[in-house]
């Protein structure tokens, strides 16, 4: 902490989450002395951390677990003196010179701050999957991917995070049955792959499903509804669980009553400095508009924000003058 | 501080790993249960939980009272650790 002004605790910057783009933001301050604090409601290492296996991050020639990634970005921004705080921050406001966030852990002033925030998985919007959630309805594959070992288990959605999570699913299930309500958006790799399972029976392909209702009974799931889309055909199966990965929702709620621009998706709107309209506030990965939802492009907007804050913190403590 | 802290866990699971960090943040110890190593213990984690899910952490007062805390859930795992 920097200093103190009427005790509420002042940082130089304060980054919202601790993903990729916001840990290497964080090693590229803290290594220049910017004092940082990070704030992470959930994994740190983001939506990597909760990934398997990331093939395609340079450096790794044989790929490398999304836990290990997350933990060793964490480790290297912790040498430089980064501090990761466990909570949620719920508000932002511009007072100038400072950023006030209001967080989980109380208010807080930061001269710079970085927006990371990422995204999180959507919700199909059924009947029966809120209830079932946890009892058979599923969001992250490598944590409850392993209740389902020699079991069956349908997947919902089309898009790279779908055909990924089916493919590591099959390490315990017998058989997945993968519901597209149009057709797979998933890269040609993928694609590629993802007919090695189909070929080897593990995972069947229905294109032009849309999923209506998830059925269960005693705390279990027991039944999934599902509709052909241009017969109107109806369709039952009959998994033991569900996993649904049908996209991703921008984290920008908290910026909702704040004058910071959105798109028309709620990712953060920024200047070619990755800045944001409110001066002093930096946006960096996932969330910003136009960012390409790779790992490597959110450290590489991660350092680029970093670099970009230490030059709005330069000109503000030696101001040019005319 | 709680008079145990157990926790059910998988290999691949980060939320797992956030329950950990954070009691290792706070100096709580803890005993994990990693059901990759121990799937015969499956059933005790969703007995005590009712989801099938990981983490599911087990805290255990002084007064010998439990409380599970399913996921890695702040709201209700910092004050049940404190
Ligand atoms: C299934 C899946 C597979 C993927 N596979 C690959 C791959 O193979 N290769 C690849 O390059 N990319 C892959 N990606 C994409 C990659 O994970 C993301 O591009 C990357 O994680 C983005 O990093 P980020 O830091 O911008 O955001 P995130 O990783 O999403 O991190 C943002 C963090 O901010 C936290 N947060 C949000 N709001 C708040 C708040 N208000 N207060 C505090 N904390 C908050 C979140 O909890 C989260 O931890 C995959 C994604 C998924 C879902």
Known sequence: MSDDVQAVPVHDVITVGAGPAALTAAIYTTREDIETLLFERGVIGGLAAVTDKIDNYPGFFEGIEGLTLADNLQKQAERFGAVIEFGEVTALRDEGEFKVLETTSGTMKARAVLIATGSDYKKIGVPGELEFYGRGVHYCATCDGAFYRDKTLVVVGGGNSAIQEAMFLTRFTTHIDLLVRSTIKASDVLQQDLQKYVDDGKITVHLGVATDEIVGENNSVTKVLATKTETGEKLEFTPDGVFVFVGLLPNSQFLKDTPIELDEVGLVLSNEDLQTNMPGVFVAGDIRSGATMQVASAVGEGATAALKIREYLEDRKHPVQN | ?82
Request: aromatic letters at 8%; glycine letters at 8%; one cysteine or more.
């Open chain 2, 1 to 82: 501080m709680p008079k145990k802290v157990t926790i059910f866990t998988t290999n691949t699971c980060g939320y797992c790993q956030m329950v950990k960090k954070y009691l290792g943040a706070k100096g709580v110890g803890y005993e994990e249960v990693n059901l990759d190593l121990f799937p015969h213990r499956q059933a005790e984690a969703l007995s005590l939980s009712g989801a099938l899910t990981v983490p599911v952490t087990v805290v255990t007062k002084h007064d010998d009272s439990q409380e599970v805390i399913v996921g890695y859930n702040l709201a209700k795992l910092a004050p049940a650790v404190a």
